[in-house]
């Protein structure tokens, strides 16, 4: 009686392992379809907030440049 308990919690242990694992796909999918359209686009010219910087930072990043990777699609 003992042994067939035991291979039922087992059983039942698997399964909220399955159930998990599939719900964890299903959400990942639904983010991945949701979200697609915000995937960047290489080579794409990006806009710059201020037109020029007045701080005379020498740490400057340009308005235009291509993403260093871009996301394959």
């Given at each position: 009686?003992?042994?067939?308990?035991?291979?039922?919690?087992?059983?039942?242990?698997?399964?909220?392992?399955?159930?998990?694992g599939?719900?964890t796909?299903?959400?990942?999918?639904?983010?991945?379809?949701?979200?697609?359209q915000?995937e960047?686009?290489?080579?794409?010219?990006?806009r710059?907030?201020?037109?020029?910087s007045?701080?005379?930072?020498?740490?400057?990043?340009?308005?235009?440049?291509?993403?260093?990777?871009?996301?394959?699609g």
């Open positions: 009686m003992a042994e067939d308990r035991t291979v039922l919690a087992n059983e039942r242990t698997f399964a909220g392992w399955v159930r998990t599939l719900a796909i299903a959400i990942g999918l639904g983010f991945s379809a949701l979200f697609r915000m960047p686009v290489c080579g794409r010219p990006r710059s907030r201020r037109a020029s007045s701080s005379g930072s020498s740490c400057s990043f340009p308005a235009n440049a291509a993403p260093a990777r871009c996301w394959s």
